[in-house]
């Protein structure tokens, strides 16, 4: 691939678009908070404002700036937009990596005003810390509120202040009440419209995904942030070998196993020669097609995707091509370009190597739907003080049951499934064996499961 002589003084050409997380407890509306950004900016904006990858939406400075009014002036912006990825919770968070990282570049924290901090928002906020990802906490659920009663058309914030005033309201309590709880975890916060620099503040930015109340306001901070944090981390070189994260692998009509995947740097065309974390080995293999969804095209039909020649960071993309099926959801997808192919092995082999979980000689088993969320299992196991004998990605097989089988402590002759069904006949093996099955999709309710079922055992042992 020769270089190109494209003018390096107009670097705003090279910089990518941030990518973004939505994370926070179960129920406290990270769905709705997406569905609402994609069905706002489809209202607002011309056809094509928004546009709908594999796995993420992309939001457009210019759709950002529609929505916001006066408060996103696109002259004081080179950042193209914000990319969301599509799938909400810290599960995916954490088991979406990049660069040793994660694959979100920022994050946003809905928590319910009502509700205040959860299990699930306290662990957010740990892999946030651990990651050095910047976030903005996005408080839920105004609408429901007392004392929560904006005049049509203002804006969020003038309405808030215009409460604030009064004593008794509700929301100004809970939102208060925001603040400590990040204090607490050592995050110093204030109303977004009050923090002057975003430095070393967290923007609590109050709104309802369900009527839209807020969300320009989160966006804008969201774009602000960016600028001011994010612009250095976000050149890149557009024509550079295609790096990216592997979201899903997938089985497709007529494509057999394809790889959903956000790339994050370069560029990715048909015909390159790609790189795959697998279960076993990294997969080398040849891009047969690039797909995305087609605009407006019925979920049931058989014309969802249409070809397109070649992709640019940063955006979500289907990739077919052969030899998919043992590729890991969570694991690297590279690029072969300007090095060998044995380097690029390498380099997704040092990649995966990462992800080590310590193993102990007596301990349970653990399967989990993708590398990170291994990860995330083994973290909470070792705080737990569980140990493991073996820890895999996949479904739950026979092979794992005779594994489990061999731990000498009744206790530990356990699996623990995170996100992974149980295959037909490994469910025969179950039920002739005494090893039992935890799964859940929630690490730490999975945690607490099996630490009742042991103090249950050794209660009935004494
Ligand atoms: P998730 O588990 O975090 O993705 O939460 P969901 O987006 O599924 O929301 C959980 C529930 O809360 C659903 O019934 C939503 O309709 C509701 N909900 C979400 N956001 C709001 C909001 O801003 N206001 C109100 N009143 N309900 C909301």
């Known amino acids: 691939m020769s270089d190109t002589d494209a003018d390096t003084t107009t670097d705003a050409d090279a910089l990518r678009t941030p990518i973004v997380a939505v994370l926070g407890h179960v129920d406290h509306g990270k769905t ?71 694959l979100a570049d920022i994050a946003v924290l809905v928590v319910d005003v009502n509700d205040g901090f959860q299990p699930q928002t306290e662990e957010a906020i740990d892999i946030l810390r651990r990651t050095g990802t910047p976030f903005v906490v996005a408080a839920n659920k105004v609408d429901t509120t007392p ?37 607490d975890e050592g995050f110093s916060a204030d109303f977004y419209w009050r923090v002057q620099d975003f430095q070393g503040n967290i923007g609590i930015v109050p709104l309802s995904a369900m009527t839209g109340e807020g969300v320009p306001d989160l966006l804008t901070v969201l774009m ?20 990216g994260t592997v979201l899903e692998v997938k089985e497709e009509r007529g494509f057999g196993a394809t790889l959903d995947a956000v790339l994050y740097d370069g560029v990715i065309r048909t015909g390159d020669t ?10 080398v293999t040849e891009v047969r097609a690039l797909l995305q969804p087609r605009p407006n095209a019925e979920m049931r039909t058989e014309k969802r ?12 993309v289907k990739i077919a091509a052969p030899d998919l099926d043992e ?36 301990g349970v088993v653990v399967k989990a739907d993708t590398l990170g969320s291994l990860e995330a299992m083994a973290n909470a196991l070792e705080e737990a003080e569980i140990p493991i004998l073996r820890a895999e990605v996949g479904d739950i097989a026979p092979r794992d049951v005779a594994v489990a089988e061999t731990a000498n402590e009744e206790t530990h002759r356990v699996i623990l499934g995170f996100n992974v069904d149980v295959l037909a006949n490994a469910e025969e093996e179950l039920e002739t064996s005494d090893v039992r099955l935890f799964a859940d999709d929630v690490i730490y309710q999975l945690v607490e499961e099996y630490e009742e079922y042991v103090d249950d055992l050794q209660r009935s042992q004494q």
């Open 32 to 102: 709705t908070l997406l569905d609402r950004i994609r069905g706002s900016a489809v209202q607002e904006g011309e056809a094509g404002a928004i546009t709908q990858h594999i796995g993420a939406t992309a939001v457009p400075l210019e759709t950002v700036s529609e929505m916001a009014g006066a408060l996103v002036d696109p002259d004081d912006f080179d950042l193209p937009g914000l990319l969301f990825i599509d799938t909400p919770g810290h599960h995916s968070f954490s088991t979406l990596r990049a660069r040793g990282g994660a």
């Open 147 to 183: 004392g929560w009663n904006p005049q049509e058309g203002e804006p969020i914030q003038r309405s808030l202040e215009a409460q604030s005033d009064r004593a008794e309201s509700r929301l100004n309590e809970n939102l208060y009440e925001l603040i400590g709880d990040l204090s």
């Open 224 to 243: 602000g942030l960016s600028q001011r944090f994010l612009k250095s981390e976000m050149s890149i070189d557009v024509a550079g070998p295609g790096r």
């Open 274 to 283: 790609i790189v795959v974390g697998g279960q076993y080995d990294p997969i």
């Open 305 to 316: 995707f249409e070809k397109v020649p070649e992709v640019a960071a940063a955006a979500g």
């Open 327 to 362: 590729a890991m959801a969570g694991a690297p997808v590279r690029v072969v370009r300007d090095q060998t192919e044995e380097e690029v092995v390498a380099e997704v082999r040092e990649e995966l190597a990462e992800i080590e979980v310590e193993t102990a000689e007596d």
